[in-house]
T-cell receptor, first 114, second 115 residues
């Protein structure tokens, strides 16, 4: 069965310091993996996605994620946090089965302090 | 190009009332989806439409019905609203090229409160 676990429900960093949001997945075959961001009272925006090409995926706003099959992880990183990065982040696994089914993690709320 | 639009943005209902949430996409996507978002639970799929003319249940379909009116529009109906349906509802769409690699594009959401 497919599942996604986001290891931290809240992460707090200072502006200018690195960001690490952790995600582990469970899948019986090679998954597609996504990170979405949701700013307060907004819809979800795609940050990046992995679809079995390069294992290091670069996304928007300086974010990137590395697919590690041996660790079943897809952690999201950014070298230097900005105040505008404060939002909720969702790790998502996708698989096909007649439609494009997404399984969402519970989310990680990122707070960025001055 | 507006992407995915939803109406209304906010709604307050009394228990037992009915309402329809509207969703439209202008990306010529084949598939459309309705999700609900509750605190600490991510998004859960209510119903989806893999292509025009088809609809199927997702993870949490009870208390809802859907209509794929045409390729652009996918509505969600609550026939008799209950407080447990208080949530934020998101519509999404994707091309559905197969293989599970599609990106889903989300609307801005409808915040529904049932008293």
């Amino acid at each position: 069965a497919q599942s996604v676990t986001q290891l931290d429900s809240h992460v707090s960093v200072s502006e200018g310091t690195p960001v690490l949001l952790r995600c582990n997945y469970s899948s019986s075959y090679s998954p597609s993996l996504f990170w979405y961001v949701q700013h307060p009272n907004k819809g979800l925006q795609l940050l990046l996605k992995y679809t079995s090409a390069a294992t290091l995926v670069k996304g928007i706003n300086g974010f990137e994620a590395e697919f590690k099959k041996s660790e079943t992880s897809f952690h999201l990183t950014k070298p230097s946090a900005h105040m505008s990065d404060a939002a909720e982040y969702f790790c998502v696994v996708s698989f096909s089965g007649g439609y494009n089914k997404l399984i969402f993690g519970a989310g990680t709320r990122l707070a960025v302090h001055p | 190009n507006a992407g995915v639009t939803q109406t209304p943005k906010f709604q307050v209902l009394k228990t037992g009332q009915s309402m329809t949430l509207q969703c439209a996409q202008d990306m010529n996507h084949n598939s459309m989806y309705w999700y609900r978002q509750d605190p600490g639970m991510g998004l859960r799929l209510i119903y989806y439409s893999a292509s025009e003319g088809t609809t199927d249940k997702g993870e949490v379909p009870n208390g809802y019905n859907v209509s794929r009116l045409n390729k652009r529009e996918f509505s969600l109906r609550l026939e008799s609203a209950a407080p447990s349906q208080t949530s934020v509802y998101f519509c999404a769409s994707s091309e559905n090229r197969g293989g599970g690699t599609d990106t889903q594009y989300f609307g801005p959401g409808t915040r529904l409160t049932v008293l």
